[in-house]
């Protein structure tokens, strides 16, 4: 997944191996490195044995009662084996002799898109009815992915009397946050609409904990119907899902053994939780700068890593020029913040120095050795101006895939970062460069109009301005079309702060 800084720039690593000819996105290959080969690092403590010798025997727990047929949702992503655990529930109940009902509900969805499954449990199939869950009819919810779980359809489905959920707290960003890069993620209140809906309901980090000890995210749906188990939610033995996973016949003892995972971590959530976890894992630690100060501080250090002291001062100026006016002529620091935030933003563009920078530093390196282990490489995949080829459907450069030897240029590369913005340097002349300077002096000039034009009634509209690097994302191509459109954006607000027949609300 895409390891994100405090500004924005990715140092993306995908974990699964890239398919070959980079046709994943039109031509595009959608990340910087991908890790070929080896498996993700498990944990020192993780139980080595098949059976898991450090662990206990798992007690049975009680299964509830089929008096009324047990109605059981199971939500998700396509392509992630959603289906494939109704199948198991189905089949299960089958070797039983119980009735046993399943209706999918993809839609459209082939890969990426919600997904539900209802599978209707009862003593006999005389028993069974109709095959949809109806509204406040589900008994469990196995839900595999937060977000469609806590879609309207599926929160229809719960009832506060009677149903039990268990949910994957992973969240996975939609296919709405591609169309959107302002979209959030309301994970909490999602968790909460969720558990309002439910009587009972836990929230399981499954796709974390899957992935870490199975090596693959795909065991993390057969991690969740391992968990429902052990809680006692599903009307069905351990040795009848357990035959069902075998007569399905697909990577047997890789969910045979994700189930039993899902049932430890109810036994015992702390010791799955650090057999999870990856030995000599890199801490993450990363919360976001409460204070004007706090952010200046950050900053100033990296811009002193990324150019030199001099680069760090020239940002200090117009900040601290920004919180003295603010001071001065209107109330809080919600001008200064954004002045903080967003020259910075502008001034670290991440070029190629910057790049080999940021791979060479130390914290790259960790972050691989912690993750994995076993024979693999590393291959980056670049758009070099002097050789990438255009590709044939959209015209823009196509990356190229480059060896682990690339480290070794990168370590180079990071030495000659002096030369950034000099005659001396050979990346600096494209058009991209000389826009990403531009922004920076052009971004200068419009802070000093600002504070000098300032006052209370314009303050707000003010913060809004200098604010607007924000919306400049991306490279190449898409970040040239994301200035043309913030440029556009900063003339009529531009217009409406000079106009004294304005005046909006003050910033908070």
Partial sequence: EPVETEFGRKRAINQSTCNKDFSCVKGFCPSFVTVEGGQLKRGKQAPKGESGDDFPSLPEPVSPSLDTPCNALVTGIGGTGVVTIGQILAMAGHLEGKGVSVLDMSGLAQKGGPVMSHVKIARTPEELHAARIGTGSASLVIGCDLVVTASADALATMSTEKTCAVVNATTAPTAEFVKNPDWQLPGSDLQHDVRSACADAEFVAAAEMATSLMGDSIATNMFMLGFAYQKGWVPLSATAIERAIELNGVAVEFNRKSFVWGRRAVVDAEKVRRAATPANVVPITHHLSRTLDEVIERRVKLLTDYQDEAYAARYVALVERARKVEAEKTTGDALSMAVARYFAKLMAYKDEYEVARLYTDGEFAKKIASMFEGDYKLVFHLAPPAL??????????????????????????????????????????????????????????IVGELLAGLTPDNHAIAVRIASLPEMIRGYGHIKAKNAAETQRKLEELMGQFRSPAAPVARAA
């Fill in 388 to 445: 990438a080829k255009p590709d044939a459907q959209t015209g823009e450069p196509r990356k190229m895939a480059f060896g682990p030897w690339m480290m070794a240029g990168f370590k180079v590369l990071a030495k000659f970062k002096g030369l950034r913005g000099t005659a001396l340097d050979i990346f600096g002349h494209t058009a991209e460069r000389r826009m990403e300077r531009q922004l920076v002096a052009d971004y200068e000039r």
